[in-house]
């Protein structure tokens, strides 16, 4: 069995969720935490019980590297960390698995893809929204079942008003940088093509308790000709829509309807009937019964299978650069004001 010796780098809410699962895979020896704020890793470490050495930089980490032995970085930094954990991880010979978005800017991005490349590492990110059962019902129901057809449409909609409070509250993009991501990997993944060319507009109702603009609308076009509109807003008190979106996808002979949770249908067409509108037929799809972890743990799964079989995983940053590409595109046509071909 390959064994993992893992450093967790960044100590916030989300590396709860990191934590609890590489304490409980047998594989997975945590032997660091890590974090520029040293009590919250001294605090995280005294929570969960778990015996491993504490720092404040990851490059301490390293220097302690012959009694540590790491080959794995988990970054559950903030995004603006990334770049720096990532390619210092990449650099010392790790493999690294990290939370979304992968970088701020282009630039990050490419400069973590070098850095797999040249260290002939790993670099996976966390996409959990694919391994929900509504996202594989809905490609199934499209792809294997062909229920409504050729897909010309889609469409989602995020509304929630969230009160993080830290860095989120200060970022410039925060919607489409540290959400929309999630939602944009999510149309890739019922597109099953790359975007082309995008036309967004941002901005901040005044009652916004944001620095940066925290509602967005933003019109792609994919390589195989659908076009995806998002709308979304993270300061919209009332009728929140899911985390995972309302989605509307449309196709030659009809369209599915998805809330994000267990409320998932298409309307048909009958092709034996006419009218000024066609006459549908309501079909409820099935959420398949998943024999393997979904949502994070999915996903978690997935890195780590990937890791032993020596493959890229299903969220590989290279496969995720072309969702993060559609979030640098959305921010740079929000800035100029004008569609940007990506």
């Given at each position: 069995?390959?064994?993992?010796?893992?450093?967790?780098?960044?100590?916030?809410?989300?590396?709860?969720?990191w934590l609890r699962y590489l304490i409980n895979r047998p594989d997975v020896k945590v032997v660091g935490l890590c974090d520029i704020i040293v009590e919250k890793a001294e605090k995280m470490k005294a929570d969960y019980g778990v015996d491993c050495k504490v720092f404040d930089?990851?490059?301490?980490?390293?220097?302690?590297?012959?009694?540590?032995?790491?080959?794995?970085?988990?970054?559950?930094?903030t995004p603006d960390a990334h770049e720096y954990i990532v390619t210092t991880a990449l650099g010392y010979g790790c493999d690294v698995v990290g939370e979304k978005p992968m970088a701020e800017t282009r630039e990050q991005a490419l400069s973590e893809i070098n850095a797999a490349k040249r260290a002939g590492k790993t670099y996976a990110v966390m996409q959990n929204r694919i391994y929900l059962p509504g996202m594989r019902a809905i490609r199934m129901a499209v792809d294997e079942k062909n229920i409504i057809g050729r897909l010309g449409y889609i469409g989602s909609d995020f509304f929630i008003g969230a009160h993080f409070g830290g860095f989120r509250d200060l970022m410039d993009n925060v919607l489409i940088l540290d959400m929309a991501i999630h939602t944009f990997y999510q149309a890739r993944f019922f597109a099953k093509s790359n975007p082309v060319s995008v036309?967004?507009?941002?901005?901040?109702?005044?009652?916004?308790?944001?620095?940066?603009?925290?509602?967005?609308?933003?019109?792609?076009?994919?390589?195989?000709?659908?076009?995806?509109?998002?709308?979304?807003?993270?300061?919209?008190?009332?009728h929140n829509t899911s985390w995972e979106c309302d989605w509307r996808l449309i196709g030659e002979?009809?369209?599915?309807?998805?809330?994000?949770?267990?409320?998932l249908s298409a309307d048909v067409i009958n092709p034996q009937q006419k009218g000024f509108t066609n006459p549908c037929e309501r079909i409820e799809i099935d959420m398949p019964r998943l024999e393997k972890n979904y949502g994070h743990e999915g996903c978690f799964d997935e890195m780590f299978n990937a890791l032993i079989e020596e493959r890229p995983a299903e969220t590989d940053c290279n496969d995720n650069y072309y969702a993060m590409n559609m979030v640098y595109g959305a921010i740079e046509s929000a800035k100029y004001n004008k569609k940007i071909m990506l």
């Open positions: 069995m390959k064994k993992f010796n893992a450093l967790l780098v960044g100590c916030g809410g989300m590396a709860n969720t930089e990851i490059k301490k980490a390293f220097e302690n590297d012959n009694e540590l032995e790491i080959n794995l970085v988990a970054d559950c930094t036309y967004c507009h941002e901005f901040n109702p005044l009652w916004s308790w944001y620095k940066g603009n925290a509602s967005a609308v933003a019109i792609f076009e994919f390589e195989n000709g659908i076009v995806y509109n998002y709308t979304g807003s993270w300061c919209s008190e009332g002979k009809g369209t599915i309807k998805w809330n994000g949770g267990d409320n």
